[in-house]
């Protein structure tokens, strides 16, 4: 048989869940076309019980995650970096295949690994900046540190890898883990960098990646009860008054971006947004 004539294998992706890469637990798939109309894979459509299966995955890992040290989280990133400038050249063709032109696709991989080096580097130093110690009228210490909130939900822009990188990294250099609802349209980069998690040192389940319906998904994660907090990036503007609501019935922190605020330069009001500061008291000389 000629090589010439050897079949194509369609694939089909899974969700990461914990990990590993299960498929939906519905069953269901859907099409994934290029920018010109044109089939390139299946994507798993994840469903309410999937949801469920990541924030359960999430919560699991998020006291381990936590309690390491933040240097360790800081060498765990920065490695994942070096694994996505390894992998350069399918990520620029998956943003090509989502319509980038080769320059553009080139400088949005160098742009999402900068960036998530950038973020990397806040690792051992939120302590520092966020952190103080505060005058008191008595013979007590008191000290304020930041504290990672927990489990974080996001609803990921459509920009497929700057975007993506731009509210995972701030969401888990700080200890917390998050259930990521992938950009519908173009999910190819969310699944690769999902395998590039898998193979690095980050612990299973710190990050969870969804793919399927937005209108879907987003709904639950806002509603969960064992959801933290929630990063709207990815949200129509008419959707977020009624993701609002329901992420208030357990007072969850929700961080609502202000057009494609992930696009501009880093910056650490995505990291603030999902740490709480803890205050302890301490007496001299005990």
């Not at 990990?19 to 519905?26: D, I, L, T």
């Not at 998904?217 to 509603?223: D, E, G, I």
Request: proline content about 6%.
């Amino acid at each position: 048989m000629s090589t010439d004539a050897r079949l194509a294998v369609r694939k089909t992706y899974k969700l990461f869940i914990g990990g590993a890469f299960p498929r939906s637990e519905s069953g269901r798939s859907y099409i994934v076309n290029d920018a010109k109309g044109r089939f390139l894979a299946n994507a798993s459509q994840a469903s309410r019980k999937d949801v469920r299966d990541a924030v359960t995955a999430a919560r699991k890992a998020a006291g381990g995650w936590a309690g390491r040290t933040p240097y360790n989280r800081g060498q765990i990133l920065y490695r994942v970096a070096e694994m996505l400038e390894g992998r350069r050249a399918q990520f620029a063709d998956e943003l090509r295949a989502a319509g980038l032109g080769k320059a553009a696709a080139a400088a949005e991989v160098d742009a999402a690994v900068d960036r998530w080096v950038w973020y990397a580097g806040w690792a051992d130093k939120l302590g520092a900046v966020l952190g103080s110690a505060n005058p008191v009228a008595g013979p007590f210490f008191n000290f304020s540190t930041p504290e990672p909130t927990g489990v974080v939900g996001i609803v990921a822009p459509d920009s497929p890898l700057l975007g993506l990188v731009s509210v995972v990294a701030p969401a888990i250099v700080s200890g917390n883990a998050c259930v990521v609802v992938a950009s519908e349209p173009a999910p190819l980069p969310a699944i690769t960098l999902a395998e590039v998690l898998a193979t690095s040192d980050l612990p299973g389940g710190v990050v969870n990646v969804l793919t399927g319906r937005r209108d879907e998904l987003a709904p639950w994660l806002a509603s969960h009860m064992d959801v933290n907090a929630l990063d709207l990036a990815g949200v129509r503007d008419e959707d977020v008054r009624g993701l609002e609501e329901a992420a208030a019935e357990n007072l969850k922190r929700v961080f609502r971006p202000t057009g494609d605020d992930w696009s501009r330069e880093p910056g650490t009001a995505r990291m603030t947004a999902f740490l709480e500061t803890k205050t302890v008291w301490h007496p001299v000389g005990v």
